[in-house]
């Protein structure tokens, strides 16, 4: 498959999959041309760190992790602990987001009442 046709495929510009390529996330092999084709399992490939994007996590984890994912999606017992470490990390971070939340809450709430 040609690097247009995953792109349609999987609906990823051409500039991410050359990124994922680059960052050791997706395999290609390429031709006596210099073009990249990659095989029938990319577009799962694809999906897969597409759905690691989204849960939060940085392409050299995504790295890590794409060897230990199951077929159906789960992660291998042991990469576990890198998970929870990035849940901690989301949940410490949304914490002082609410903390930052509230105390300009209460900056617009003392404007307010002062105007």
Known sequence: MKI??????T???VRLLRYYE????????????????YDDSAPAAV???RALLDAG????????LLPCIRQDGTVAECKL?????HLQGLDD???ALSE????????ISATRAHA
Do not use: F, K, W
Request: charged share 30%; glycine share 8%.
């Open 100 to 107: 930052t939340r509230t105390s300009l809450a209460g900056l």
């Open 11 to 13: 609906d990823t510009s």
């Open 93 to 95: 971070r949304i914490s």
């Open 57 to 64: 996590l940085p392409t050299r984890v995504i790295r890590d």
């Open 81 to 85: 602990e890198t998970l929870q470490e």
């Open 22 to 37: 680059e960052q050791g996330l997706l395999p290609s092999c390429r031709l006596d041309s210099g073009h990249r084709r």
């Open 4 to 9: 247009g046709e995953l792109a349609a495929t």
């Open 47 to 49: 999906r897969r760190i």
